[in-house]
């Protein structure tokens, strides 16, 4: 069975909202901050994940983003992206050519379960705000780990919105990225039945 784990970066106030600029929101870019050596430090993480990773699970519109600057570039890192399985929630299968790709057809909360019961490891959420939303919201997370960049963005969507129940977790792990990041490890602690 495989745990399926969020994976992303924030802000301090828990903006995922635009990090490169790219989608044109007033206060985009806020991940080009991170520069130097705290760059190079988050680097080595996120490559590090990628190896210890069985399956990348996605929403349609962060499978695109990711696709149009991995797929070709080029090092260890991406060719272990390209190596890996990724599956993606949605109703659209045009342009999906990253090597290893699947659409997960059908009801995503069914397709996620299915999914999590066939992979051995680490089922690594990267961004996906929507999905992730979708995925806590039928208890479908079983770990968090956030890297949250020392800015408070003020404005933008968030990660966590409004949910159908508290969420409980538990932090499992805190350490510094580089200089000026946390790194932290929250695991999703399972309702207990009534």
């Known amino acids: 069975m495989g745990t399926i784990v969020v994976n992303t970066n924030l802000t301090l106030d828990g903006v ?4 490169t600029g790219d989608e044109e929101f007033s206060r985009g870019g806020w991940f080009d901050s991170t520069v130097g050596p705290d760059r ?45 399985p990724k599956y993606v929630v949605t109703s659209r299968t045009d342009g999906l050519g990253w090597d290893n790709t699947t659409v997960l057809d059908g009801d995503p909360v069914e397709a ?20 992730v939303q979708t995925l806590l919201d039928h208890d479908l997370v079983d770990e968090l780990r ?21 969420v409980p977790v538990r932090l499992t792990d805190a350490r510094m990225i580089g200089d000026g990041l946390a790194f932290l490890t929250y695991a999703v ?6």
């Open 16 to 19: 995922v909202q635009d990090p």
């Open 40 to 84: 190079s430090a988050w680097a080595e993480v996120e490559a590090a994940e990628a190896e210890a990773t069985a399956a990348i699970l996605m929403g349609r519109r962060s499978y695109d983003w990711f696709a149009s600057r991995w797929q070709e570039r080029p090092g260890t890192w991406a060719d272990r992206l390209r190596a890996v």
């Open 112 to 131: 996620v379960k299915r999914l999590r019961d066939e992979v051995e490891g680490d089922v690594v959420v990267y961004a996906s705000r929507q999905l």
């Open 146 to 166: 956030l890297i949250v960049l020392p800015t408070v963005l003020g404005a933008g969507s968030r990660l966590f919105g409004e949910t159908a129940a508290p």
């Open 189 to 194: 602690v399972s309702p207990q039945p009534a």
